[in-house]
């Protein structure tokens, strides 16, 4: 096959695969207000697997790399600190979070930033391989792909992160300027419409987190004073930055998930380069 059609194949593929997390997402919150939690959950947990499989792919190539250098690979200590059950644990406890969040989430999420998503997953798209090229020879074969897409996570993290602060702060939803922030979450909250009561009473705390950072931004200079209010003040800045980066990074990894190959990552740590056979490796790298 030419190369030029191998490479429009490969990027064909990598945007379809990827396309499942946007899609699946978009199909259930267009739906919520009627589907059961059985969907709702299934739509959960193809989320969470996603970011799991990032997250578990990062782990790993980490603990490889520390321990290559670090632990002598015929000791005990190897075996006891570079567990990968208790490191796929961890990640599933982090997965479960973030997909929690990613979900209820997209609830609240405006047309002009799922246009946005579906943008960012373009850029990874054609990102993806121009980063493996670039690492070229200097990263050994085993770990190019999987390093490449650590990266486009960052990347990736770092676009929505700015976009998702940049909204609340110049394009907030509503407007509680004058407003106390007991009144905010007492009468003013609009909570997405949720079928299933476990989404739904997630989606409350969500939204009212947001809630809470759009009034400190908005009501910041009127309240510092006011020892009421400055604390919630404080919690609304922080939940800003908070509630926007774990939604950020929840969709970026399962962007990434969906391609990742951790299972690759999970054996016993190779040789380090100097000792020889790790240099040789031959697997085969993902997409």
Same mark, same amino acid.
């Given at each position: 096959?030419? /190369?030029?059609?191998?490479?429009?194949?490969?990027?064909? %593929?990598?945007?379809?695969?990827?396309?499942?997390?946007?899609?699946?997402?978009?199909?259930?919150?267009?739906?919520?207000?009627?589907?059961?939690?059985?969907?709702?959950? $299934?739509?959960?947990?193809?989320?969470?697997?996603?970011?799991?499989?990032?997250?578990?792919?990062?782990?790993?190539?980490?603990?490889?790399?520390?321990?290559?250098?670090?632990?002598?690979? #015929?000791?005990?200590?190897?075996?006891?600190?570079?567990?990968?059950?208790?490191?796929?644990?961890? #990640?599933?406890?982090?997965?479960?979070?973030?997909?929690?969040?990613?979900?209820?989430?997209?609830?609240?999420?405006?047309?002009?930033?799922?246009?946005?998503?579906?943008? #960012?997953?373009?850029?990874?798209?054609?990102?993806?391989?121009?980063?493996?090229?670039?690492?070229?020879?200097?990263?050994?074969?085993?770990?190019?792909?999987?390093?490449? /897409?650590?990266?486009?996570?960052?990347?990736?993290?770092?676009?929505?992160?700015?976009?998702? %602060? %940049?909204?609340?702060?110049?394009?907030?939803?509503?407007?509680?300027?004058?407003?106390?922030?007991?009144?905010?979450?007492?009468?003013?909250?609009?909570?997405? #419409?949720?079928?299933?009561?476990?989404?739904?009473? $997630? $989606?409350?705390?969500?939204?009212?987190?947001?809630?809470?950072?759009?009034?400190?931004?908005?009501?910041? $200079? /009127?309240?510092?004073?006011?020892?009421?209010?400055?604390? %919630?003040?404080?919690?609304?800045?922080?939940?800003?930055?908070?509630?926007?980066?774990?939604?950020?990074?929840?969709?970026? /990894?399962?962007?990434?998930?969906?391609?990742?190959?951790?299972?690759?990552?999970?054996?016993?740590?190779?040789?380090?380069?100097?000792?020889?056979?790790?240099?040789?490796?031959?697997?085969?790298?993902?997409?």
């Amino acid at each position: 096959m030419p /190369r030029a059609s191998f490479i429009s194949y490969a990027i064909i %593929m990598r945007l379809l695969t990827m396309s499942i997390v946007w899609l699946a997402l978009l199909v259930w919150v267009l739906n919520a207000y009627r589907v059961g939690c059985v969907t709702s959950i $299934a739509v959960l947990l193809l989320i969470t697997a996603a970011v799991f499989v990032a997250g578990s792919e990062r782990s790993h190539m980490h603990s490889r790399a520390l321990f290559n250098e670090t632990v002598r690979h #015929d000791g005990r200590l190897l075996r006891l600190v570079y567990n990968g059950l208790l490191i796929n644990l961890r #990640d599933l406890a982090v997965a479960v979070l973030l997909g929690v969040v990613l979900v209820t989430s997209a609830l609240t999420l405006a047309p002009r930033q799922w246009s946005l998503l579906f943008v #960012d997953l373009l850029l990874l798209t054609l990102l993806i391989p121009r980063i493996a090229r670039l690492l070229g020879t200097e990263v050994r074969p085993p770990f190019r792909y999987a390093m490449a /897409r650590q990266w486009a996570v960052w990347i990736s993290l770092l676009l929505l992160w700015i976009e998702g %602060m %940049m909204s609340l702060l110049f394009y907030p939803p509503t407007d509680y300027t004058g407003m106390r922030w007991q009144e905010v979450v007492t009468y003013n909250l609009v909570v997405p #419409d949720a079928a299933c009561g476990i989404i739904e009473t $997630a $989606a409350t705390v969500f939204v009212s987190g947001q809630a809470i950072a759009i009034w400190a931004v908005q009501n910041g $200079a /009127r309240v510092a004073n006011d020892p009421t209010q400055s604390v %919630m003040l404080w919690v609304g800045y922080a939940t800003l930055v908070g509630f926007t980066f774990l939604t950020a990074l929840a969709y970026s /990894r399962a962007l990434i998930g969906v391609m990742g190959r951790p299972w690759e990552l999970w054996g016993k740590a190779a040789p380090s380069a100097q000792g020889g056979p790790a240099a040789a490796d031959g697997s085969t790298p993902g997409l």
